[in-house]
């Protein structure tokens, strides 16, 4: 079963705005993953927070981790066209397994 | 310079052929990865190999078939594909278990 689960599935907002993406896992984790792809392409390594982090920043994102809820959120400040993308958590570390286990991903549009 | 390539980056073949995804990565990583992303963008982690020992055999038919020649390369060899097959195939590499992955630009293969 997948592990992270990205909340929304798609979120379509204006230039400018910001936008709030969620995702949420079942069981323990090292560290906590966010992943951009752009339409046709590989995915692209965002920022990866650790569990015993609770805030992240790089540049216009900034990312949350809250494991007592088993939760992240990744938020993209004043949003611009080209941050239009799929948006993907990936958890590591989880029961033992080295590995990264993604979620669906949250498609995100950004209206000029 | 690319430092995860994949070739080729589209497959359009028959049902019941074989065919071959070759990895190559700069980064001098020890680690590398299959994924499959299906139609839904699910992506899913097939193999991992560290220092060309297959780590990671998640449950994939075994006319998958992943080779190691050495720690920058990782191929995919499928035989006997099936219309299921269709799918987009990234390889990825990360310095270590559950570091940041870097991918490449994915295979579209597509199985008629």
């Known amino acids: 079963s997948q592990q992270g689960e990205e909340d929304p599935q798609a979120l379509s907002i204006q230039e400018g705005e910001n936008a709030t993406m969620n995702c949420s896992y079942k069981?323990?984790?090292?560290?906590l993953q966010w992943y951009r792809q752009n339409s046709g392409r590989g995915l692209v390594h965002l920022i990866l927070i650790r569990s015993n982090e609770r805030e992240k920043h790089s540049g216009r994102l900034r990312v949350t981790l809250d494991t007592s809820k088993k939760s992240s959120s990744l938020l993209i400040t004043a949003s611009r066209a080209a941050d239009t993308a799929s948006y993907f958590c990936a958890t590591g570390g989880f029961q033992g397994a080295q590995k990264l286990v993604f979620g669906q991903g949250t498609r995100l549009t950004i209206n000029p | 310079d690319t430092a995860v390539s994949q070739t080729p980056k589209y497959l359009v073949t028959q049902m019941g052929n074989d065919k071959s995804i070759k990895c190559e990565q700069n980064l001098g990583h020890d680690t590398m990865y299959w994924y499959k992303q299906d139609s839904k963008k699910f992506l899913k982690i097939m193999f991992s190999y560290n220092n060309k020992e297959l780590i990671i055999n998640e449950t994939v038919p075994n006319r998958f078939s992943p080779k190691s020649p050495d720690k920058a390369h990782l191929n995919l060899h499928i035989n006997s594909l099936e219309l299921g097959d269709s799918a987009v195939y990234f390889c990825?590499?990360?310095?270590?278990?559950?570091?940041?992955?870097?991918f490449g630009s994915g295979t579209q293969l597509s199985v008629l």
């Open positions: 990825a590499s990360s310095q270590g278990w559950g570091e940041k992955l870097f």
């Open positions: 069981t323990s984790i090292n560290n």
